[in-house]
């Protein structure tokens, strides 16, 4: 039998704290919040009622509900108020010295049979327990952010936590309508053991100018589908939380230096840039604790705007290549209603891309998305061809070919040849350095990467990358040529893996390591990802996905390119890739896909 809890403690009503509280009382559970002071005291209540009022505007909670859930909640300043409660979550902020003076009075002031637990994200729980005279009866209970929505919670256990403690907060996780994965005490847990890598990348890219905070966050959510970009999700962590993390996890999980906090973040947080719930961070929000951004001096000028930066007009464009790329992207244009000369190397290939237009086309028209009409009106805007010389006079060349520098540098020099002046001229390579098939040219300012994505029909994010000879001009073309399209078009430097590889692979790498490392299943991995961070796919998922081939080559360039040593490739990778374990194209990856 399960231990019941009626009467749960939980200290701090900050970020998490409130949010716990909610999560217990929408439960039927009675909670007892405590704060350090009447102000705070105030203000986490405040938390709580603003949540529970969105919910119920939303239609999520009925008015009965709520008022049925605040009933069940009481107020105190002070530990003492905990005596004689059945569980307290400790959420105060992340510094080892203040939790363990807390457990050390919380181990003074309630029952003996009180299980304390703590939120901690990356401090050992371990060294928390032996503040008390029961470390047995402490755990870990971690909460994703924010929590009443967050369906993941990590259950840590520590060397001496009583196996009936973990069961009975399993338990509960289970009544609280939770997914828990147990797992054992290491900086960072699971989850944000693989996200504040990336999250620190991701802030390492806006203090080196590499792209701005927009173009990153919209990059990793529309290229990779996650519900919020890296640096809003900063905002909503909270800095000065995210930079303990990141400071305890770099201390704690040997010294990997993508874990030193950025010094960026040490400025923001001295200078009270606190994400949203101070109203400003990387963003600035309506108010302090509004979810609501507001233009500042940093927010980039509409696109209409952005017209004025001397963005060339663009009729006619030149899609060089044959693959699925190549395919994809003269659909695209095709139906944006551009003029297009797709050059293939013969006839024959010409006339299979022009079929695999046309199947791709009807599905549109078979499905309601696309009138016949305009079905007939974009196949009749593409000219076939099987020589570059028919690009001439077209304002725009997008090459698609096989990813060889010395085929792209070759092709790009015969387009310097024959395309007229001004011509943007744009490369859809993902991992080749775009400054290198530029400078094949006579005229690399007018040079551009543009990276689809692919099925590009479908996904709506273009990298626009722009090499150090890059005129500004033929960058606000690109990113014009993006927008006229129907697509978000992010720019950015011109480095390995551009936006989205560049922070993708390694936290796919990372995942790997730790199974490798036998932390946790790939299983629980998954889970975590996607219950604790709204991923839509796991990691393995993805690289099963993706091909583990590829997240091996890619891994590699970032390697070599940064020679960052927590990049170099997860051996586990390796070897399953030379074992011919691929993933969903060999039928096995890191799962088996045979039966599927
Ligand atoms: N922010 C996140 O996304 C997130 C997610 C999961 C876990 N966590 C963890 O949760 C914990 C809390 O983080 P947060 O982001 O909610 O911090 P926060 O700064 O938003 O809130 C901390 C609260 O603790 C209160 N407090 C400080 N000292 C206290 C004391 N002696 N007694 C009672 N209350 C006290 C503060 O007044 C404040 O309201 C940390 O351990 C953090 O690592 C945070």
Same mark, same amino acid.
């Given at each position: ?346 006839? *024959?290939?010409? =006339? &299979? ?10 599905? !549109? +028209? /078979?499905? %309601? ?103 500004? *001009?033929?960058? =606000? &073309? ?10 978000? !078009? +992010? /720019?950015? %430097? ?103």
């Amino acid at each position: 039998m399960a231990r019941e809890f009626s009467t749960v403690g939980v200290v701090g009503l900050g970020t998490m704290g409130a949010g716990i509280v909610e999560v217990f009382a929408r439960n039927g559970i009675d909670v007892l919040a405590v704060e350090i002071s009447e102000s705070a005291l105030e203000r986490g209540r405040a938390i709580l009622t603003g949540s529970t009022d969105r919910a119920v505007a939303k239609g999520k909670l009925a008015e009965a509900d709520r008022d049925a859930l605040h009933e069940r909640v009481r107020f105190a300043v002070g530990l003492d108020a905990l005596h004689s409660v059945d569980l307290v979550i400790e959420a105060v902020p992340e510094h080892l010295d203040l939790k363990q003076r807390i457990f050390a009075e919380l181990d003074r002031v309630c029952r003996p049979d009180t299980i304390l637990a703590t939120n901690t994200s990356s401090l050992s729980v371990t060294e928390i327990s032996v503040a008390t005279t029961r470390p047995n009866q402490v755990i870990g209970i971690h909460f994703f952010n924010p929590a009443p929505v967050m369906k993941l919670v990590e259950v840590v256990r520590t060397v001496v936590t009583a196996p009936e403690v973990v069961a009975d907060v399993e338990a509960l996780c289970a009544r609280l309508g939770k997914v828990d994965v147990t797992i054992s005490d290491r900086a960072g847990f699971i989850a944000n053991a693989l996200l504040f890598g990336y999250l620190n990348h991701a802030v390492a890219m806006v203090e080196s100018h590499y792209a701005t905070r927009e173009d990153i966050d919209a990059a990793m959510k529309l290229g990779c589908g996650l519900p919020m970009g890296p640096l809003a999700l900063m905002d909503l962590i909270g800095l000065d939380t995210a930079y303990e993390i990141l400071d305890t996890m770099y201390r704690r999980g040997g010294r990997d230096r993508r874990h030193a906090p950025v010094p960026l973040l040490k400025q923001m947080v001295t200078a009270g840039l606190l994400g949203r719930k101070s109203g400003r961070g990387f963003y600035t929000y309506q108010r302090p604790g509004s979810p609501v951004v507001v233009p500042d001096e940093a927010t980039p000028p509409a696109a209409e705007a952005a017209l004025a930066d001397g963005a060339r007009a663009i009729t006619k464009v030149g899609i060089v290549g044959s693959g699925t790329m190549a395919t994809g992207i003269i659909e695209v244009f095709a139906k944006a209603g551009y003029e297009v000369v797709s050059v293939t190397r013969g006839a *024959e290939k010409s =006339a &299979t891309v022009c079929e695999a237009v046309k199947t791709s086309l009807n599905k !549109g +028209v /078979v499905r %309601g998305k696309l009138a016949e009409a305009d079905r007939d009106a974009a196949l009749g805007r593409i000219s076939w061809s099987a020589t570059l010389d028919h690009l001439a006079d077209v304002d725009l060349v997008v090459e698609a070919v096989v990813e060889e520098l010395s085929v792209k540098k070759a092709l790009f020099a015969s387009l310097d040849e024959i395309c007229k002046p001004g011509v943007v001229l744009a490369t859809t390579t993902s991992s080749l350095p775009v400054v290198d098939v530029a400078m094949a040219t006579q005229r690399p300012a007018d040079v551009v990467g543009l990276h689809f994505f692919n099925p590009a029909p479908v996904m709506p994010l273009v990298e626009v990358v722009r090499t150090i000879r890059t005129s500004p *001009e033929a960058t =606000a &073309t690109a990113r014009a040529v993006c927008a006229a399209l129907g697509k978000t !078009g +992010v /720019v950015c %430097g011109d480095r390995s893996g551009f936006i989205v590889n560049a922070l993708l692979f390694p936290y796919l790498n990372d995942a790997v390591k730790m199974l490798e490392a036998s932390y946790s299943t790939a299983d629980d991995i998954d889970h975590a990802m996607k219950l604790g961070c709204g991923y839509p796919m796991g990691p393995f998922e993805l690289l099963d996905v993706v091909g583990l081939d590829v997240a091996v080559a890619i891994q590699r360039e970032l390697y070599l390119e940064l020679r960052e040593p927590g990049f170099a490739p997860a051996p586990l990778l390796e070897h399953l890739v030379t074992a011919g374990y691929l993933g969903r194209k060999t039928r096995r990856g890191f799962r088996d896909h045979s039966h599927r």
